[in-house]
């Protein structure tokens, strides 16, 4: 069985990191989605709600499964035999850390990194901007699936009223 990881914070998911998924999953017959427990990286969701919402997002597709690791990613692939990462490039910005990654990963593990071109629909998209839009009162419908969308009205309005 081919298996790879797609590994992040997902603090949300958003549209563009479920069409990675999606476009990995028509490749690989198992597709992990590895999110990182970082207790030093303050966060809008916890790792149990961003596993909620990746759940709800990946139902459709029944090879993507959802799981949470700490520690090295290469670890979480040796102990669940899985031989390679895919991840997105949105723009030549993402390239010089992605490739550091990439060669780390494959010097400590052999594991390889595979990069799937961002659809240019999202190529501006990450979770940090998404949140920054939404704290702030702008319309990010379309950027994030609609039960993210709902989740994250939810918490803005939650730290609005305190
Ligand atoms: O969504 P993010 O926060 O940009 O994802 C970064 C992530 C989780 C892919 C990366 O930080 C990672 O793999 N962390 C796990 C720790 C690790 O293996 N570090 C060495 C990377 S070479």
């Not at 549209?15 to 017959?29: S, Y």
């Not at 992990?32 to 919402?53: P, Q």
């Not at 759940?55 to 597709?61: D, G, N, S």
């Amino acid at each position: 069985m081919r298996k790879a990881v797609c590994p992040g914070s997902f603090d949300p998911v958003t549209n563009g990191h479920l069409d990675v998924f999606v476009r990995a999953a028509e490749i690989f017959d198992e597709v992990t989605v590895g999110v990182l427990i970082n207790k030093t990286k303050s966060s809008m969701f916890t790792v149990d709600e961003r596993i909620e919402m990746l759940r709800e997002v990946v139902k459709p597709y029944p090879n993507v499964v959802v799981d949470a690791f700490h520690g090295l990613l290469v670890d979480y692939c040796n102990d669940h035999g899985i031989p390679a990462i895919v991840k997105g490039l949105r723009a030549v910005s993402d390239f010089d850390y992605e490739l550091q990654m990439a060669q780390m990963n494959y010097r400590l593990a052999k594991v390889e990194t595979l990069f799937v071109s961002t659809n240019p629909l999202y190529s501006y998209l990450s979770s940090s901007l998404v949140k920054e839009v939404a704290t702030y009162g702008g319309d990010v419908t379309g950027l994030v699936p609609d039960t993210v969308l709902d989740r994250l009205q939810d918490r803005v309005k939650q730290k609005r009223d305190g």
